[in-house]
């Protein structure tokens, strides 16, 4: 198996709804997916077992695990990837889809043209035109505060198509190699229920010698924020205050011997907002 696809859900069913589906439509064939539901109270988990039952009459291998409660993000994509057969491991937040067909192959090509790359993000754009930027490779400021690089800006921007080292990027869309993600240790439980677990794996793999990527061969639709919003068993902000004080207690020497370049001169610290999915049409698949 080529690519194990990790899709994390709780409740937010109609994103899941315009998530999954998107994945059939992509080129490569050589996947599985592998959806961990949360304890999901809303029908996910009936339209879950519908959807494996339907793609998996059209050859797709999904799989999935129901937690009976919300057990953390760090925990969930742990346990998707511990079954995980791929050499390849996507993880893929429910509020994201697919905006370039052969989104996985370009991924894994970074993986293999970069020397030392061990992780690989796509650009992120926001899900109506023109499709703005809303993440382009993640920076950290010498404070330890974490960048979207070229939030807000347009897709076509040439300092943002430029395929480089960062950082870090988000597991809203992020490709690791297996076996580096295990010898990482995977996603620390630490920082459930959610906020920083992803940025934190980067720099164990930096830590262990692996090299971050961005790519803008690859651009994704993000809904943003769909995990945390309207949720009421997450304080959002207090989260990411105490997980971002454990992240820079963690790493503080390492950011503090950081890339040359200030992420933050680079950044549009502009959030643009996003209409109510209803009032947002499913956005195309381009064909490569």
Known sequence: MEYSIIVLTRNKLPWTRRCLPTLLESSERKWELIVVDNGSSDGTADWLNTFQKEVSA???????????????????????????????????????????????????????????????????????????????????????????????????????????????????????????????????????????????????????????????????????SVTTAGSPDLINAALVVRHGLLFRNRWREMIEREFEWRPEEEANWRTIPVPALEAIPPPPVLPD
Request: glycine letters at 10%; proline letters at 7%; charged letters at 25%.
């Open 58 to 224: 059209r050859g797709f291998l999904v799989r999935i695990v129901n937690n009976p409660s919300n057990f953390g993000c760090a925990t969930a994509r742990n346990q998707g990837a511990e079954i995980a057969q791929g050499r390849r491991l996507v993880f893929l937040d429910n509020d994201v889809s697919v905006r370039t067909r052969s989104w996985m192959e370009r991924l894994s090509a970074t993986i293999e043209g970069m020397p030392g790359v061990a992780v690989v993000g796509p650009k992120l754009v926001y899900p109506f035109p023109p499709y703005r930027i809303q993440f382009a490779g993640g920076g950290i400021t010498r404070r330890g505060r974490i960048v979207f690089l070229g939030r807000g800006e347009d897709r076509l921007d040439p300092r943002f198509n430029v395929q480089r080292e960062v950082p870090h990027v988000i597991s809203a869309c992020l490709m690791i190699r297996s076996d580096v993600f295990r010898r990482a240790g995977g996603f620390d439980p630490a920082f459930n229920p959610v906020q920083f677990e992803d940025t934190d794996l980067c720099y164990r793999v930096r830590n262990l010698g692996g090299r971050i990527a961005y790519t803008p061969s690859v651009e994704m639709y993000h809904y943003e």
